[in-house]
């Protein structure tokens, strides 16, 4: 584990916001076991292990029913501690995978059948190294048959320069954490406004609105600066908004979150118990769930 590393909070707090029956905690990740799941000679981080079986311990402490698993940088293409988890979760896990140009279509398909419905393509120049567009391309083109969308990881500077290659993927588009706003600019203000112009114009592209404690200036445990953001999003667009944890929270440096602060949170940013339906259950088991 990286001597700076932050281990997820082991003592979180219980909710007092009680979430839908049915809801889905739609973003968050398992790492290693190492023993069993080594991590990734190319990574740019190592973590602390963090195992299904703790994971499925948190979603049932929260009041979550189901879980999607994204694919973490630091186990790579090889997404074998993702669909372990997703075979042991006895139907109540889906999975974002990360693959290669060179994976096959037998590998597409028996991730498929054991619960993964999308790939992740991150474009965090801390995290990973890019992957050229053509081949991002080439894989979305083979992943869309099967009803499977892309997973966008980037920051907002980056935005316009990545704008073209996202509208035209040809899959339902999910962007991680409102494509990481500066939430010390306004929130009318041209950088966020570009990303909801994306949005608005292009409707096969959605956003999570997760991960406060990565974006705020003002901090926990209530990261005011980040509520008129995400609400934003939620309100203008709430067919189209996902929720997660982001548990065990990999690679953060300032602090470490109390997961049932975090699901305080989201009545902050859905204000309605119709939108906290929707960003918690609807919209997850449409995107996920829909077989």
């Known amino acids: 584990m990286d001597p700076d590393w932050l281990v997820f909070h ?38 602390c292990d963090a195992s299904k079986d703790q994971l499925f311990a948190l979603r049932d402490f929260l009041g979550f029913e189901r879980n999607v698993i994204v694919q973490a940088t630091c186990h790579g293409t090889d997404n074998r501690a993702l ?21 096959t279509d037998a590998e597409l398909h028996a991730m498929h059948e054991a619960g993964v419905r999308g790939t992740r393509f991150n474009f965090v120049r801390r995290l990973v190294d890019f992957t050229p ?22 920051e907002a500077q980056d935005l316009p320069e990545l704008w073209d290659f996202f509208t035209t993927l040809p899959t339902t588009v999910v962007v991680d954490h409102m494509g990481r706003p500066d ?34 200036k003002s901090g926990p445990p209530r990261y005011d600066d980040v509520v008129p953001f995400a609400r934003r999003i939620v309100e203008t667009f709430p067919d189209r908004v996902l929720w997660g944890t982001d548990w ?36 997850p088991m449409r995107l996920y769930w829909a077989d």
């Open 10 to 47: 082991p003592n979180p707090s219980r909710p007092s916001f009680r979430v839908p029956a049915g809801a889905v905690d739609a973003h968050c990740h398992v790492f290693g076991p190492a023993a069993q799941f080594p991590y990734a000679p190319e990574r740019k981080y190592t973590p």
């Open 83 to 103: 669909v372990d988890a997703l075979v042991h979760s006895g139907g109540r896990a889906r999975g974002v995978a990360t693959v290669s140009r060179d994976v």
């Open 133 to 154: 567009r053509e081949v991002l391309t080439e894989i979305a083109h083979r992943i869309a048959p099967l009803g499977w969308h892309v997973v966008i990881y980037f």
């Open 183 to 216: 939430v010390s600019k306004p929130v009318d203000g041209p950088e966020f406004a570009l990303f909801l112009r994306m949005l608005a114009e292009h409707p096969n592209i959605w956003s999570k609105v997760s991960c406060p404690e990565r974006l705020s």
């Open 248 to 283: 065990p929270h990999p690679n953060l440096k300032s602090h470490m979150p109390d997961d049932g602060l975090l699901v305080d949170y989201v009545q902050r940013i859905a204000v309605t118990p119709g939108l906290q339906r929707k960003l918690l259950v609807d919209n």
